[in-house]
Antibody, heavy 122, light 107 residues
């Protein structure tokens, strides 16, 4: 069974940093792209960042580019999101979501974790 | 970034109705579009990928169509469990972008 478990969310002051983690199980983690998606309370979904299976392709939303860094450790079946210079508008539930296998010709987010809440406030 | 315009933002319908939700991309995205369903307090779920491919296990009353800039999600006969919020997502290039969402409510 595919499982994605996010952690690291908490209350943090504006301007500070935070690192989120996503622990994956139930599939060969190193073969798949993985993404971060966030959702502010009561709002819609916003794609944040994605990373290919070998970290060779990485993308960011314009709203986080230059402040957030995505990375992965395939040996530890883990995905990370380093969040710097946090702002109030970064307050959201952060989900990690599994993408397609490296050999797939398709793109999608087919399994999602339950999310971790980041609150940016003084 | 590619903009995704989703409509309507909300929709009221009855069990058994046929409903259609649309997404328009600000530029051509081939068929690189997915549809997601989200229920309150839950993570989103993938329904359709590559515009028209039903994810395994998703009921056949869901279907998707479109290519280029215009896409449609159709639910052929609404069931009680279908009342939720639906999002399109363009995965043609980075940064991926979601539509604003369509909240489907019971009439």
């Amino acid at each position: 069974e595919v499982q994605l478990v996010e952690s690291g969310g908490r209350l943090v002051q504006p301007g500070r940093s935070l690192r989120l983690s996503c622990a994956a199980s139930g599939f060969t983690f190193g073969d798949y792209a993985i993404h971060w998606v966030r959702q502010a309370p009561g709002k819609g979904l916003e794609w944040v960042s994605g990373i290919s299976w070998n970290s060779g392709s990485i993308g960011y939303a314009d709203s986080v580019k230059g402040r957030f860094t995505i990375s992965r450790d395939n040996a530890k079946n883990s995905l990370y999101l380093q969040m710097n210079s946090l702002r109030a508008e970064d307050t959201a539930f952060y989900y990690c979501a599994k993408g397609p296998k490296y050999s797939s010709g398709y793109y999608y987010l087919d399994y999602w974790g339950q999310g971790t809440l980041v609150t940016v406030s003084s | 970034a590619i903009q995704m315009t989703q409509s309507p933002s909300s929709l009221s319908a009855s069990v058994g109705d046929r409903v259609t939700i649309t997404c328009r991309a600000s530029q051509g995205i081939r068929n690189d579009l997915g549809w997601y369903q989200q229920k309150p307090g839950k993570a989103p779920k993938l329904l359709i990928f590559a515009a028209s491919n039903l994810k395994r296990g998703v009921p056949s009353r869901f279907s998707g169509s479109g290519s280029g800039t215009d896409f449609t999600l159709t639910i052929s006969s609404l069931q009680p469990e279908d009342f939720a919020t639906y999002y399109c997502l363009q995965d043609y290039n980075y940064p991926y972008t979601f539509g604003q969402g369509t909240k489907l409510e019971i009439k």
